[in-house]
């Protein structure tokens, strides 16, 4: 069995900074990419940052509102993604969910995993 888990969420001041991390562990043979979603009350799940492991360079995607402020990065030996997020607004508050493309061993194909999610809330 393959599973992600999260860690390192929490509640920060606006302006602050937190680590998130999210572990693969179990049958994992190859991981095609990994990423962060979060998901706000009310609002769709959406895509905040993403990487091959295996691209060239390594070069991460953002979405525009995280652009500058989070950064995405991959430990490859460990099968560990982190997403380190400064200057933290408000509008980051939401349920953080990391994401990968994982073929177990035994499997032909590709196969999507989530995290449990970890609650981020930035207040005052």
């Known amino acids: 069995q ?14 602050g900074s937190l680590r998130l991390s999210c572990a693969a562990s179990g049958s994992v043979f190859s991981i095609n990419y990994m990423g962060w979603y979060r998901q706000a009350p009310g609002n769709q799940r959406e895509l ?17 509102s995280v652009k500058g402020r989070f950064t995405i990065s991959i430990d490859n ?3 560990t993604q ?7 607004k408000p509008e980051d508050t939401a349920v953080y969910y990391c994401y990968a493309r994982i073929m ?19 207040s005052p």
């Open 82 to 88: 982190y997403l380190q997020m400064n200057s933290l």
């Open 77 to 79: 030996a460990d099968k």
């Open 48 to 64: 905040v940052a993403g990487i091959s492991p295996s691209a060239p360079g390594g070069i991460a995607d953002y979405r525009d």
């Open 2 to 15: 393959v599973r992600l888990v999260e860690s390192g969420g929490g509640l920060v001041q606006p302006g």
């Open 104 to 122: 177990p061993f035994g499997r032909d194909r590709f196969v999507d995993y989530w995290g449990q999610g970890t609650q981020v809330v930035v």
